[in-house]
């Protein structure tokens, strides 16, 4: 038996290698003779470019570069073979995991570190930039990504917006003289599983707002301001971003990548399915696993899991996810099963702490039973 084994993160607790190489585990012990083909996943937000360079000929590579705060981090990012090209995560630089749960406030926090990462690979001579856009701590319309290519965001008597989402309501005047010539010759790609328009009821404030550490009435001054930004970029700029599907991805960063660089706006799971060979993979597998943290009705829009369960169906492939947890209905992914990594009631730290020893097994009784149906099968 071949078995593709092909899961996301499972925030909080496990890479998507971490949680391939638990899913393995379990399997050996229920499969001990079959072969597994390994092929971490990933949507546009962390574990990007660990998927993309495990499957691609390319080197990772490392920067310096601001934090949501301003404080310097190592971030990395992968350099491939062909173009050169390079593949970055926003999250790597302006992620929310990088912030403190008391840290979060997306008034302040900027995309100035992603902007960074986007120069370090024009330095390195990549001229097709793949921007993973997940997971942000941010809400700034990817102001800071500009400002750090050379845009300047003016205030009514000139002066540079400091950083954050909240500043934006003071943008009178940009002037894009400075930005990094390079840019013209990059072809860009921000590759995201979110499909928000910049502002509105599903805009990037009033919907990951809060998750970001934005109270209501912060939700509300936020997308207030990012209309405001629009408004400017439409004027100055030439290019209507405020209901553009995508660009509130990652605070509007997918917005802000659209107006400084013309780039366009993809799905991540797709762009990622496609580096990694994945049909050609699950097409030589005789079944397929998967995997998230949590299984929910937003799974079915652009999520790695959905993506994988669209493609298996195509192949006539059977498809198990192993999930954190299931919320909602969950109907629409297009799974043949679905299975809980926890037996029995478990609190929400000890689900993150034995995530792994979970999921192990789990997968190993997820395989049982297959060997069961199959012994059955006529």
């Known amino acids: 038996m071949r078995v593709l084994i092909c899961p996301q993160e499972f925030k909080g607790s496990l890479t998507a290698r971490q949680a391939a190489d638990a899913i393995a585990t379990g399997l050996r012990r229920a499969l001990p003779d079959a072969e597994l083909d390994i092929a971490p996943m990933a949507d546009g937000g962390p574990g990007t470019v660990d998927a993309i ?3 691609s000929r390319g080197h990772p590579e490392t920067a310096t570069v601001k934090d949501p705060l301003g ?7 992968g350099v491939l073979d062909d173009g ?3 593949v970055i995560e926003m999250a790597a630089a302006s992620g929310l995991t990088l912030l403190k749960p008391e840290e979060r406030d997306p008034r302040r926090t900027t995309t100035y570190g992603t902007g960074q990462l986007i120069r370090a690979a024009l330095d390195a001579a990549c001229r097709r930039l793949i921007v993973g856009v997940g997971g942000s701590a941010t809400n700034d319309g990817g102001a800071g990504m500009a400002q750090a290519l050379g845009a300047r965001l003016l205030d009514g008597d000139g002066r540079d917006l400091p950083p954050g989402g909240a500043t934006l309501a003071g943008l009178a005047r940009i002037d894009v003289s400075g930005l990094d010539t390079r840019l013209k010759q990059c072809e860009v790609t921000a590759a995201t599983d979110a499909v928000n328009p910049l502002c509105g009821p ?5 919907v990951y707002g809060p998750q970001k550490g934005a109270t209501p009435e912060v939700a509300a001054e936020l997308d ?3 209309r405001h930004y629009a408004d400017v970029v439409r004027r100055d700029l030439g290019i209507d971003i405020a209901s553009l599907p995508g660009a509130g991805a990652a605070g509007g960063l997918g917005g802000g990548l659209v107006a400084f660089r013309g780039a366009r706006i993809a799905s991540g799971a797709e762009l990622v399915a496609t580096a990694t060979g994945l049909p050609q993979r699950i097409a030589a597998a005789d079944v397929v696993f998967t995997g998230e943290g949590r299984l929910d009705a937003q799974t079915a ?4 899991v959905a993506v994988i369960a669209r493609l ?3 192949r006539g492939r059977p498809v198990i996810a192993l999930v954190g947890s299931i919320v909602g209905d969950a109907s629409t992914s297009g799974l043949d099963t679905v299975v809980p990594i926890a037996k029995g009631a478990k609190t929400e730290t000890e689900m993150f702490e034995q995530a ?9 009784r997820a395989a049982r039973l297959l060997l069961v149906g199959r012994s059955l099968a006529p």
Do not use: C
């Open 71 to 77: 404080r310097p981090v190592e971030a990395a990012w």
């Open 84 to 86: 050169p090209a390079a």
């Open 53 to 55: 360079l495990s499957s």
């Open 202 to 206: 599903s805009g990037a404030s009033l």
């Open 356 to 364: 792994g020893s979970l999921l192990s097994g789990a997968a190993e």
């Open 301 to 304: 829009y652009g999520k790695s």
């Open 312 to 314: 298996a169906k195509e």
């Open 224 to 226: 207030a301001a990012l």
